[in-house]
């Protein structure tokens, strides 16, 4: 009995030197920090750039963008450009919106690389898009961005192009006689005007269209001019997913 009583006391002195050993090697006891974990490494699946502007920049601007699969968030800079990023898992298309104050101005992209800027004019492209391919003058960027039809207009080339010339063929009846917009106003460059230079070719077509009341002073499309943009989409509708949009 003895015997066992002295073994079990001997265990219970190893024991606890063992305890106080492993507290010392972890820094228990101590005011030490606890290590810090680094943080998980984010990948994007998407980049895209452009520059928001109505003829001035539109700058410091709220970026979101809805995406098939994924979304993001930016700011624009002081000369409205922006890098906007969507995590993995992510898939185009994109709509991108630009928002300050009480404007708001879409865009669309196919997905990761793709440039897209953000003007009154891309804003018609968008409703065009919208309505052309049935989602509909009302549908959310998520919707859209989700719509088969609206992923066969922006990934073929030739359908994109056709779309852009309809586009274009609206805003020149409106604004009159004079009038040329550029076809690459949704990937061109686009330098904003400022106090020091008055923009480029592209920027300029943007103050233009407000002096022909296409688009407001504000920034906005005129609604007469979204309408024809609409009347215009609906004769050439896009549908199942492989119908073609032009006239």
Same mark, same amino acid.
Request: with cysteine.
């Given at each position: 009995?003895?015997?066992?009583?002295?073994? /079990?006391?001997?265990?219970?002195?190893?024991?606890?030197?063992?305890?106080?050993? +492993?507290?010392?090697?972890?820094?228990?006891?101590?005011? /030490?920090? $606890?290590?810090?974990?680094?943080?998980?490494?984010?990948?994007?699946?998407?980049?895209?750039?452009?520059?928001?502007? *109505?003829?001035?920049?539109?700058?410091?601007?709220? &970026?979101?963008?809805?995406?098939?699969?994924? /979304?993001?968030? $930016?700011?624009?800079?002081?000369?409205?450009?922006? +890098?906007?990023?969507?995590?993995?898992?992510? #898939?185009?298309?994109?709509?991108?919106?630009?928002?300050?104050?009480?404007? +708001?101005?879409?865009?669309?992209?196919?997905?990761?690389?793709?440039? $897209?800027?953000?003007?009154?004019?891309?804003?018609?492209?968008?409703?065009?898009? $919208?309505?052309? /391919?049935?989602?509909?003058?009302?549908?959310?960027?998520?919707?859209?961005?989700?719509?088969?039809?609206?992923?066969?207009?922006?990934?073929?080339? @030739?359908?994109?192009?056709?779309?852009? @010339?309809?586009?274009?063929?609206? &805003?020149? @009846?409106?604004?009159?006689?004079?009038? *040329?917009?550029?076809?690459?106003?949704? *990937?061109? +460059?686009?330098?904003?005007?400022?106090?020091?230079?008055?923009?480029?070719?592209?920027?300029?077509?943007? #103050?233009?269209?407000?002096?022909?009341?296409?688009? *407001?002073?504000?920034?906005?499309?005129?609604?007469? &001019?979204?309408?024809? &943009?609409?009347?215009?989409?609906?004769?050439?509708?896009?549908?199942?997913? @492989?119908?073609?949009?032009?006239?």
């Amino acid at each position: 009995m003895n015997k066992s009583f002295k073994f /079990s006391a001997a265990f219970k002195l190893v024991l606890m030197a063992g305890m106080a050993t +492993t507290l010392a090697a972890c820094g228990g006891g101590d005011d /030490s920090p $606890a290590p810090v974990k680094p943080p998980p490494v984010v990948t994007y699946a998407m980049t895209m750039t452009g520059t928001a502007a *109505t003829g001035a920049a539109i700058d410091n601007g709220n &970026v979101t963008v809805a995406c098939k699969v994924g /979304s993001g968030t $930016a700011t624009t800079d002081s000369k409205g450009s922006y +890098t906007i990023k969507v995590p993995v898992p992510g #898939e185009g298309p994109c709509v991108i919106a630009v928002t300050k104050g009480n404007l +708001t101005l879409r865009s669309i992209a196919a997905g990761d690389g793709a440039k $897209a800027n953000v003007t009154p004019l891309s804003e018609m492209l968008v409703q065009y898009i $919208a309505v052309s /391919s049935g989602a509909g003058a009302t549908a959310t960027p998520t919707q859209l961005a989700q719509s088969a039809n609206v992923k066969t207009i922006v990934t073929n080339p @030739t359908m994109m192009s056709a779309t852009v @010339t309809e586009v274009i063929k609206v &805003v020149q @009846t409106a604004a009159g006689p004079g009038v *040329t917009v550029p076809a690459d106003f949704l *990937t061109g +460059t686009l330098i904003p005007k400022d106090a020091t230079n008055p923009g480029n070719a592209l920027d300029q077509v943007l #103050e233009i269209l407000k002096t022909k009341n296409v688009v *407001t002073p504000g920034g906005q499309v005129a609604a007469e &001019v979204i309408q024809r &943009v609409i009347d215009n989409a609906k004769n050439n509708p896009v549908t199942g997913g @492989t119908g073609g949009s032009g006239g």
